[in-house]
């Protein structure tokens, strides 16, 4: 049975990786990392990196076949290359790096992962959910310490695909909780940064494996769809 046509002009999961490429590319023209960068060779990335990810956006098919395509293998290939050129390992491990790289950074790793990570959010389904947008795993809270700056929130440190510092304002929150996570653009709050926000209905008893996607019935929808409506709106 054929598959029928699928708007993918659309689909959230499409709009959040463009605002992620666009993240991108206010990196690369800004040039402001302490690390040696082959900037030129992160603008021909970026270029191939846009057209193929339009060449998805106007393809018209179904979610669920386009992630095996090979248009998805060559973005993923493209974000590891894009990873390698503006994230040099060897380089970042014997870099000071203060607040505002820190957060450039962050915003790459969010760029690229969303990239990359297109091909599994497609995966889904053929549906156009808000919350197939963003990567949303379990994690397992690590640590929690007051908000220097603000008396209702918190840092948390907490372990999923990678570990994230993730302010929260859920007094609640605990060590060795496990608890759904979405993976958002990196923000500053009141001096804090943070890479993610807990979204599930409390701490989730069952089903949840840290670093996997979470059932739905844990994932609390409203706030990650309003932040999903707010990124496309803005893109």
Avoid at 102 to 128: H, V
Avoid at 196 to 223: L, W
């Amino acid at each position: 049975m054929v598959k029928p046509m699928s708007d993918t002009r659309s689909d959230y999961r499409i709009l959040v990786a463009e605002h992620a490429l666009g993240i991108l590319e206010s990196v690369i023209k800004a040039k402001k990392l302490p690390i040696p960068v082959n900037w030129k060779k992160a603008q021909e990335l970026h270029s191939q990196t846009r057209s193929a990810l339009m060449q998805i956006k106007f393809s018209f098919m179904p979610p669920t076949m386009l992630a095996h395509s090979e248009l998805a293998k060559r973005l993923q290939e493209l974000a590891r290359e894009l990873a390698a050129v503006l994230l040099p390992r060897e380089w970042l491990e014997k870099t000071q790096i203060d607040q505002k790289t820190r957060r450039t950074i962050a915003e790459i790793k969010y760029a690229i992962r969303t990239l990359y990570g297109l091909p599994a959010r497609l995966s889904l389904g053929d549906d156009n959910d808000p919350l197939y947008a963003v990567d949303i795993e379990c994690v397992e809270v690590l640590s929690v310490a007051k908000h220097p700056n603000a008396d209702n929130l918190y840092i948390t440190r907490a372990k999923g695909v990678f570990t994230y510092t993730i302010v929260t304002n859920i007094k609640d929150v605990r060590k060795g909780d496990l608890r759904a996570a979405a993976i958002l653009p990196p923000v500053d709050l009141r001096g804090q940064l943070s890479e993610a926000m807990y979204c599930s209905r409390g701490r989730i008893e069952s089903g949840c494996t840290a670093g996997k996607r979470p059932p739905v019935n844990g994932i609390e929808r409203s706030e990650v769809e309003k932040i999903i409506y707010s990124i496309v709106k803005g893109k």
